[in-house]
């Protein structure tokens, strides 16, 4: 059973920075794709980032240009850091990964912006 762990959420001033880290229980090299998602009260979940192992990364309109994603191989982690956020982007924030069979979600972590 592959484990998907997020931390590094917290709370913000709007204008701040967090590094959210999603670590693996195995290579992320052997997933099909991963994802960022967050979800809001009372919103649906929504796509925030997609990372298909080889390919390119898709960020959504929102987050276009103050989130950046990374990858560690060696430590089986993604990183996604959130730059200049706003206060609409609290939210708890969910790392999913797909293996080409299986869909794996993180337990996710609370991010917090307040103005």
């Known amino acids: 059973q592959v484990q998907l762990v997020e931390s590094g959420g917290g709370s913000v001033q709007a204008g701040g920075s967090l590094r959210l880290s999603c670590a693996a229980s195995r290579s992320i090299s052997s997933f099909s794709y991963m994802n960022w998602y967050r979800q809001a009260p009372g919103k649906q979940r929504e796509l925030v980032v997609n990372i298909p192992i080889g390919g390119s990364t898709y960020y959504s309109n929102t987050v276009k240009g103050r989130f950046t994603i990374s990858k560690e191989n060696a430590k089986n982690t993604v990183y996604l850091q959130m730059d200049s956020l706003k206060p609409e982007d609290t939210a708890v924030y969910y790392c999913?990964?797909?293996?080409?069979?299986?869909?794996?979600w993180g337990q996710g972590t609370q991010v917090t912006v307040s103005s």
């Open positions: 999913y990964a797909n293996d080409f069979q299986i869909d794996y």
